[in-house]
């Protein structure tokens, strides 16, 4: 699946600059994408918006959506598709030209010298939702009742992340011979593990030693080394510790649009491309208000002219819980309700709020604390930030992980933190600061006499050794008054933008395959229009039949539609091809709403419509 991020590794400074917005002096790295929007809308070029968006282009664009959603696309096929639907060859073609001129779609030139298209994903959806049919408007909140129950609280992707990133903080894992998470390990990571590896077999995402690693495994293992929270280097899987610190600094909400964009990432390859167009009617619900799947499928049923039978083959509400609205329930990002035996009768409601252009939220805006009680067990509400989470995940050991999590301090977990880098004072202001009522007395005291003699050979060794030489290398417990590495939006977007190497294989060579930039002429587009005469173009005008018919075969070369008129109506037909029998022929074609067959003697006037060239074309 095409990302801006691919695009971005692929261009200069100053080409990626005009495609995301990034500006002299700024860090490439840190563009964001509230930059190039503005409220409701995609603005990559302003000028591409509204009326500068010609006719041919915007039919394009929708045909694209319709057909292919976020998927890559061959032109032929697109043609093929539109064709179905009335609109020329040639309006896509020059369409086509005039997206990729604008950098809305891009073309690359695969090893063999055929072309693909693709439109990236973010801006897929964005364009969706810009310039969907009215049928497909965002739905409203007042037709759907009252929300979900809340779902189990301390599992899903973002807290099996968070688990397998302690994991890495605190164990060397040095990899096999083939490149591998040795077995001893595994074991131990797929026991933190809470996402069920078989709701996400469904999907059938290919990936490196699949006799080895599980889906659940591999998801977490893909997701830490693409987000660059992990990396394999000199025979080891690695924290990368700064990044990791960037990422605990982050709010929830901000960590589940970024799980969320990785997973749209990974498994739209593998969802039919009119799911795209349901998954991005999902999306516009409100975060704190449900959906019926029905309702979803109703309205894109609604953009399409089929019947009452083919309406329900088409679009099947089962295929869609299986590929999407499970799995992403299994990660934690949706609640799920099965409301009967009818699968268009589930209903949903996001546990995030999945516009990912939205301002985010700072993760200092999680103020819960938790409750350090005085038989060492510490209460750990849903509300308390990640980083206060990863101090106790090291100095404690988790005894519940549920809407409540629920902890328990011991010699040898206060020992082990301190064995991991951290120190003394580090542990006891996190358990202060954090704690809504503050350490216990006799807990704290217990804490100074289980760890006198580790701190003191801490000590000893800082002194011998230098300040600082024994400081944490894990992401550091960050206090309200410390600040970050850099602002949260910064960092927000450097997540939601990154692309490292993973173990879930790629759909497509977009690193390998050249960005074909050349943009064909009228000439290239309609080879031999300037020789015919140009008010064939120009105006729907009588002609002998003869001249009729040589003027639909050099539209059938170029594939161009043709304007007929009578004295009592216009139509506008895709030629298909002539149709010969006893000396007389007739036209067969298309119109936008279906197939049909046209005399020459029913028709009085004729125009071939190229886009750009014909007067009436134009947008």
Same mark, same amino acid.
């Given at each position: ?229 992990? !990396?394999?280097?000199? %025979?080891? #899987? ?7 610190? *960037?990422?605990?600094? &982050? @709010?929830? =909400? ?32 409100? !975060?704190?208000?449900? %959906?019926? #799947? ?7 049923? *609604?953009?399409?002219? &089929? @019947?009452? =039978? ?310």
């Amino acid at each position: 699946m095409l990302g801006l991020a691919d695009l971005a590794a692929k261009l200069s400074a100053p080409e990626a600059g005009r495609l995301i917005g990034w500006r002299e002096g700024d860090r490439l790295e840190e563009w964001s994408l509230t930059e190039r929007t503005i409220p409701g809308e995609l603005s990559i070029d302003k000028r591409v918006w509204g009326e500068d968006l010609a006719q041919w282009e915007k039919h394009t664009l929708q045909v694209i959506l319709d057909r292919f959603g976020a998927h890559p696309f061959d032109p032929v096929k697109l043609e093929q598709a539109a064709e179905e639907i009335g609109i020329a060859g040639a309006e896509i073609r020059r369409g086509l030209s005039g997206l990729k001129e604008k950098q809305m779609v891009f073309a690359f030139r695969k090893a063999w010298g055929e072309y693909i298209y693709a439109l990236p994903w973010e801006l897929a959806r964005l364009w969706h939702r810009k310039i969907a049919r009215p049928g497909a408007v965002p739905l409203s909140s007042d037709t759907f009742g009252a929300p979900l129950a809340e779902t189990s609280y301390g599992r899903g992707l973002l807290f099996d992340l968070f688990y397998f990133l302690r994991y890495l903080a605190s164990n060397e894992i040095h990899l096999t011979k083939k490149g591998t998470v040795p077995k001893r390990h595994l074991q131990k990571i797929d026991s933190l593990l809470t996402v069920d590896a078989a709701a996400l077999r469904p999907l059938s995402y290919p990936y490196v030693h699949c006799d080895i690693y599980n889906e659940s495994l591999v998801l977490v293992l893909d997701a830490s080394l693409r987000l660059g929270l992990a !990396v394999m280097k000199d %025979g080891e #899987l690695k924290l990368c510790r700064e990044r990791a610190a *960037d990422w605990l600094k &982050l @709010s929830t =909400e901000s960590m589940r649009r970024i799980l969320y964009a990785y997973w749209v990432r990974i498994s739209f390859p593998y969802v039919p491309s009119w799911q795209h167009q349901v998954i991005w009617l999902m999306e516009r619900i409100p !975060v704190n208000r449900q %959906g019926r #799947l029905g309702d979803i499928l109703d309205v894109l049923r *609604d953009c399409r002219p &089929l @019947s009452e =039978e083919e309406r329900k083959q088409e679009f099947h509400a089962e295929s869609v819980l299986a590929l999407w609205l499970k799995p992403l329930a299994e990660l934690g990002l949706v609640d799920l309700a099965e409301c009967g035996t009818d699968a268009e009768e589930t209903c949903f409601r996001w546990t995030f709020t999945p516009d990912l252009e939205a301002a985010c939220p700072n993760g200092k805006a999680e103020a819960d604390k938790c409750y350090v009680q005085p038989d060492f067990e510490i209460v750990v509400p849903p509300g308390v930030p990640f980083r206060t989470r990863w101090m106790l995940e090291a100095m404690c050991e988790r005894q519940q992980s549920d809407q409540v999590a629920v902890y328990r301090l011991s010699k040898e977990s206060m020992n082990k933190a301190l064995a991991e880098g951290y120190d003394l004072e580090q542990c006891m202001g996190c358990l202060r600061d954090e704690s809504l009522y503050g350490l216990p007395d006799n807990v704290a005291q217990m804490i100074m006499q289980w760890t006198a003699r580790e701190a003191r050979t801490e000590m000893e060794n800082k002194e011998s050794e230098g300040t600082g030489a024994h400081s944490a290398v894990s992401p550091e417990y960050v206090n309200e008054s410390d600040g970050g590495v850099r602002n949260e939006g910064a960092a927000y977007f450097s997540f939601l933008t990154v692309n490292g190497p993973g173990l879930i294989l790629s759909d497509y060579a977009w690193d390998r395959w050249p960005i074909d930039c050349s943009i064909p002429s009228a000439d290239e587009l309609y080879p031999g229009w300037r020789e015919v005469p140009l008010k064939w173009f120009r105006e729907c005008h009588s002609y002998h039949l003869s001249t009729r018919k040589e003027m639909i075969s050099r539209a059938l070369e170029w594939k161009a539609a043709l304007r007929l008129a009578s004295s009592s109506e216009e139509v506008l037909l895709v030629p298909i091809r002539i149709l010969d029998s006893e000396g007389k022929w007739r036209v067969a074609g298309r119109t936008q709403t279906s197939a049909c067959v046209v005399d020459p003697q029913e028709w009085e006037q004729i125009q071939i419509i190229l886009p750009e060239i014909s007067k009436g074309s134009s947008s």
